[in-house]
């Protein structure tokens, strides 16, 4: 069993930045490629971010290509994602994804494990 935690979010302007933290917990997290989704209110949850188990590849959804970068360390047990250039329509809760797997995926039926998810409002 593996669980996730995610940390960082908040309330930011336009243009601002934040950095997700994941932290997991449970067995070695390098054995499980990873990813960040999201979903704003009333819309269905949206891939983002995904890295590879090893962290030699990433994948990122076009809306947040060239703004987002996602990283891990697997010594920490921790995956991060760090959003600049942060616009309102990037406000949604954002969740942390675990699958058991190596590499990188962008459908949510990918994943075995869920993290709780961590609210970012960006005003305008």
């Known amino acids: 069993q593996v669980q996730l935690v995610e940390s960082g979010g908040g309330l930011v302007q336009a243009g601002g930045s934040l950095r997700l933290s994941c932290a997991v917990a449970?067995?070695?997290?390098?054995?499980?490629?990873m990813g960040w989704f999201r979903q704003a209110p009333g819309k269905v949850r949206e891939f983002v971010a995904a890295?590879?188990?090893?962290?030699?590849?990433?994948y990122y959804a076009d809306s947040v290509k060239g703004r987002f970068t996602i990283s891990r360390d697997n010594a920490k047990s921790t995956v991060s994602l760090q959003a600049d250039s942060l616009k309102p329509e990037d406000t949604a809760v954002y969740y942390c994804?675990?699958?058991?797997?190596?590499?990188?995926?962008?459908?949510?039926?990918?994943?075995?494990?869920w993290g709780q998810g961590t609210q970012v409002t960006v005003s305008s």
């Open positions: 449970g067995r070695t997290s390098r054995n499980y490629a």
């Open positions: 890295i590879s188990s090893s962290g030699s590849t990433t």
């Open positions: 994804a675990a699958r058991d797997g190596v590499g990188t995926r962008s459908a949510i039926n990918a994943y075995d494990y």
